[in-house]
């Protein structure tokens, strides 16, 4: 085992989990938060969209804007979840610039709705403005943030930059300056991305990651390749072969039942081999791979089984990927 | 193969819908494959002899080159689909077209139609917070899908439009965004700044002021003269907008529309399935039927003697044949009961189960494929 301070799940303050609907980044986030604190870590796992049923996935209660311990880990850290809903960003925010009275007054008539309206982004920009002022505080030591899914990573990533179009000066503006400071320091910030091993979740995670690095300026951590099948490499030959060469005779209906199985397994194997090879040498990025559950509904031991995964050595990029 | 139009029976079939429907709205959690089941569902339509155009919102890539969509606003236009096998012969009266939605440009296009000139038009269309928002505008997207649906089907050009959805957490918001503009347009607020004063400064109503005060003191000076701009422009087009958001409601639940929700067998994604269909029940939409995609093959079962003769044959590529062989079962066979799940919720309505394919759908005879499951009952 590492050093657990110098491990990767520990070389940021605050981790982005994101991914296009559809592959597990909530997952992984959350396992991501179990494995950090396996190694000692105090982490507080935040919600954005308060997607049902985080908080008992990590063993505690049903997660709310309230912070609370999810899990502790003897001998080791422990798990704290929250959300933060965007008009309790705004209600701190406005605590925080201690505008109090009146203009409190003024938001709650006019509502978050029409402000964020007139203010594109403002939502989002407030959810991370928020998420800033938690690890400027030391909050937690580190804090993993389960993103918006699908299409909406990008641009909750964005509205930092996006908004400085739009708004020329205020506190706004200086929220959004202070956030994508924030975004750009590897050392305050990273992203996870998740993806599987197929290709049109690979060719998504790759616009995505381009999307990050270049747009918001975010530094990636290890991607995470979720629901790989173990390797079987007996699956390469037919169950006929693999019988002669444990010296096993089989039947013929045996023979016809493993087939049945064999044939999806060679394609779907393949074809992960050629979707790893594809991100890692297009990205340039080291790779961590976790098992597909044979299970379509998660428990804490299957969360507990994907922590594991996430602390064994990368796997890095073929040789002849680019720089 | 036989298929029957008597709807109380779950014939696994959307052979009625494909051919008898006007509207057809598919929705349901991201990544299971929605918009390729619009695209089959199209196949299958234009397959039966009818003229039908497919609405995409951020197809796959594959499956954009496989419809002939680049990406990019040009595709916004229906675009022809070509090498369709049965539907490209004299005879034949079937036709099927794409488009990927594109929300800026559907505002866009709406803003015109809605003013009076294009004095008006520019108006609103060069301000700056329009230009930031139109696109990302909470529940634009989702609007903009249905009104564009609304768009092609008041057209006459079609006998079908199919329209995907932006992949939903909570897919309830596509339809409650007619409702939502509607809200927001008589949101007191907004009421007070589009009554025609000619500047800001003239606002009396003290909730308005105090938004106005509250979008300078946050957001600066600029950004309070274009956002008042922005809702007098607006105040124009509100009549439009207000007629056009009930006409698509009342559109949505008459019997020329039906709803098709798509799952995986996933648990999560079935969760969201479920509440879906439940708020499809509770708002009186027409609903066809379920699509459950992705699912895994069940392999053929080892005989008990077969399964006595390979328990003791150690470590090996045998062994790996074995073990892969009752892992795929396993996830077969837990799969099955999360869609008995599905299937009890969808009662009397279609289910048509999806296999897991080795390959993504890339061209057009991989969507004939689906089209054929979709609408041949199974």
Same mark, same amino acid.
């Given at each position: ?16 989990v ?13 396992a991501?938060?179990l ?5 000692g870590?105090?982490?507080l ?46 209600g ?13 007054r003024a ?5 978050l ?6 203010t ?14 938690l ?19 990008a ?15 205020g ?11 924030m975004?750009r320091?590897?050392?305050?910030c ?27 300026g ?16 007996g ?8 019988a ?8 013929a ?12 397994g ?17 990205l ?10 044979p299970?379509?509904?998660?428990t804490?031991?299957?969360?507990g089984v ?6 064994v ?11 | ?6 709807s109380s ?40 002899g =009818?003229?039908?155009?497919? #609405? &995409?919102?951020?197809? !796959?890539?594959?499956?954009?080159d %496989?419809?002939?969509?680049? @990406? /990019? ?9 070509t ?6 012969t ?11 939605l ?42 903009m899908?249905i ?17 995907d ?6 897919a ?9 503009l509607?809200?927001?347009?008589s ?10 004063? =000619?500047?800001?400064?003239? #606002? &009396?109503?003290?909730? !308005?002021?105090?938004?106005?005060? %509250?979008?300078r003191?946050? @957001? /600066? ?11 007098r422009s ?32 996933r ?25 459950i ?39 077969a ?16 309505v279609? #289910? ?26 199974n």
């Open positions: 085992m590492t050093d657990p301070a110098e491990h990767w799940l520990r070389s940021t303050r605050v981790a982005v994101v991914g296009k609907g559809g592959v597990g980044s909530s997952t992984v986030a959350a991501y938060a494995a950090a604190a396996r190694e870590a105090d982490v796992f935040v919600a954005v969209d308060g997607r049902p049923g985080m908080g008992p996935l990590l063993g505690g209660r049903e997660l709310d804007q309230n912070d609370r311990i999810l899990r502790r880990i003897k001998g080791a850290g422990q798990v704290r979840g929250r959300t933060i809903p965007a008009d309790q960003a705004f701190d925010y406005l605590e925080l610039r201690g505008v109090g009275g009146m203009l409190r938001a709650s008539a006019a509502s709705p029409m402000i964020a309206a007139a594109p982004g403002l939502e989002h920009l407030l959810v991370l403005g928020k998420i800033k002022e690890e400027r505080d030391r909050a937690a030591d580190l804090i993993i943030v389960d993103a918006p899914p699908a299409g909406h990573a641009p909750f990533l964005r509205s930092a930059s996006g908004l400085s179009d739009v708004v020329q000066s506190p706004v503006r200086d929220q959004a300056v202070e956030v994508d400071a975004l320091d590897p050392a305050r990273q992203a996870m991305i998740v993806t599987l091993p197929e290709e049109t979740p690979v060719t998504e995670a790759i616009e995505l990651a381009n999307e990050l690095r270049g747009d918001v975010l530094a990636l951590m290890p991607l995470v390749i979720n629901a790989c099948w173990p390797e079987r490499p699956l390469t030959k037919t169950p006929a072969m693999a002669r060469s444990q010296k096993v005779t089989l039947s209906s045996a023979k016809a039942s493993l087939a049945s199985s064999s044939v999806f060679r394609q779907r194997l393949e074809r992960q081999h050629q979707q790893i090879d594809r991100i890692g040498s297009t340039g990025l080291p790779m961590v791979t976790l098992p597909r559950l299970t379509p509904r998660l804490l031991h299957h969360l994907l922590a594991d995964a996430l602390v050595p990368l796997v890095e990029p073929n040789a002849e990927a680019s720089t | 193969m036989t298929t029957t139009e008597n029976a779950p014939a696994g079939s959307f052979v009625s819908e494909v051919s008898s429907a006007s509207l057809i709205v598919t929705c349901g959690p991201g990544g299971v494959g929605k918009t390729t089941t619009a695209a089959a569902l199209g196949v299958a339509a234009a397959r039966a =009818r003229r039908v155009v497919v #609405v &995409t919102v951020d197809p !796959a890539r594959r499956l954009a %496989a419809l002939g969509l680049d @990406a /990019g606003a040009a595709s916004d236009a229906p675009h022809r689909v090498g369709l096998p049965g539907i490209d004299d005879e034949a009266t079937g036709e099927l077209w794409a488009l990927m594109d929300a800026a440009s559907t505002f866009d296009r709406l803003v015109h139609e809605q003013t009076a000139n294009q004095k008006q038009a520019e108006a609103i269309l060069e301000n700056p917070v329009y230009r930031a928002i139109s696109g990302s505008l909470s529940g634009a997207q989702e609007y899908a009104e564009r649906l609304h768009q092609l089907y008041t057209s006459g050009e079609w006998d079908l439009v199919i329209v959805t932006p992949p939903s957490r909570h309830i918001d596509l339809l409650e965004a007619p409702d939502r509607i809200g927001f347009l949101h007191p607020v907004y009421r007070t700044l589009t009554v025609g004063q =000619r500047a800001f400064a003239k #606002v &009396t109503n003290a909730a !308005a002021s105090m938004f106005l005060w %509250a979008v003191r946050l @957001a /600066g000076p600029q950004i309070v003269e274009d956002t008042v701009e922005f809702f607006l105040a124009n087009i509100e009549p439009g907008l207000r007629k056009r958001a009930g006409e698509v409601s009342v559109l949505l639940r008459s019997d020329a529309a039906t709803f098709v929700v798509v799952s995986s067998p648990a999560e994604a079935i969760g969201e399935a479920e509440h879906l269909i439940g708020a499809l029940r509770d708002g009186d939409f027409p609903f066809a039927g379920v699509v995609n992705l699912i895994h093959p069940m392999p053929d079962p080892l005989t008990p003697a077969d399964r006595a003769a390979l328990a003791d044959i150690g470590e090996g590529p045998l062994a790996d044949h074995l073990s892969w062989h009752d892992e795929l079962t396993d996830l066979v837990s799969e099955r009961e999360e869609l008995a799940v599905l299937a009890d919720l969808a009662e009397d279609s #289910v048509v189960e999806l296999p897991l394919l080795a390959v993504d759908v890339h061209d057009v005879a991989g969507l004939v494929g689906l089209a054929d499951q979709l609408v041949g009952g």
